[in-house]
T-cell receptor, first 112, second 112 residues
Framework: AQSVTQLDSHVSVSEGTPVLLRCNYS??????LFWYVQHPNKGLQLLLK??????LVKGINGFEAEFKKSETSFHLTKPSAHMSDAAEYFC??????????FGAGTRLTVKP | DGGITQSPKYLFRKEGQNVTLSCEQN?????MYWYRQDPGQGLRLIYY???????QKGDIAEGYSVSREKKESFPLTVTSAQKNPTAFYLC???????????FGAGSRLTVL
């Protein structure tokens, strides 16, 4: 069964420093993978998606993620954190049944 | 929130009462989903519907019921059989053939 594991429940960075949010996936075939962001008490917004095209995927707000099959990873990165990036981030995989499986989430804190 | 309206935004319920959460969309998307969000657990799928008059159970359907009489509407009833209903509930839609979910702003249910 397809699943994702987010390796950190909480990440804290200083404004202007790089962001790395880690996600490993489990899938018996080439998966469709996504990153969503959720600001407090709001719905989720799509940041980016990987669907077996380019392995380096660029998303909104300067985020990008790289699909690495050898490492079964799909880590989310951003070169320079901004205060507005503080939110919860979810890594998601699409399953054979065409539904979406969410990771437990990583809360990103950005310190001034 | 992309044309998905969830109501009410906040709801308080006494134990033993059923409550219905509304999800309406004007995106003309075929599929609709209900997720439950609890702290540290990501999103878990309750029910989903890919066409009118048809729906499938997700991972945690016990204590919930849904209907899909119209394409635009996918209400979720939280019944008294749901043992721990206090949570944030998210409705999402998906266009047929597309890979991404669009989310509503959510409904927060608190059982007193």
């Amino acid at each position: 069964a397809q699943s994702v594991t987010q390796l950190d429940s909480h990440v804290s960075v200083s404004e202007g420093t790089p962001v790395l949010l880690r996600c490993n996936y489990s899938s018996s075939y080439s998966p469709s993978l996504f990153w969503y962001v959720q600001h407090p008490n709001k719905g989720l917004q799509l940041l980016l998606k990987y669907t077996s095209a380019a392995t380096l995927v660029k998303g909104i707000n300067g985020f990008e993620a790289e699909f690495k099959k050898s490492e079964t990873s799909f880590h989310l990165t951003k070169p320079s954190a901004h205060m507005s990036d503080a939110a919860e981030y979810f890594c998601v995989v699409r399953t054979n049944n065409n539904d979406m499986r969410f990771g437990a989430g990583t809360r990103l804190t950005v310190k001034p | 929130d992309g044309g998905i309206t969830q109501s009410p935004k906040y709801l308080f319920r006494k134990e033993g009462q059923n409550v219905t959460l509304s999800c309406e969309q004007n995106l003309n998307h075929d599929a609709m989903y209900w997720y439950r969000q609890d702290p540290g657990q990501g999103l878990r799928l309750i029910y989903y519907s890919q066409i009118v008059n048809d729906f499938q159970k997700g991972d945690i359907a016990e204590g919930y019921s849904v209907s899909r009489e119209k394409k635009e509407s996918f209400p979720l009833t939280v019944t008294s059989a749901q043992k721990n209903p206090t949570a944030f509930y998210l409705c999402a839609t998906q266009y047929s053939g597309a890979n991404v979910l669009t989310f509503g702003a959510g409904s927060r249910l608190t059982v007193l």
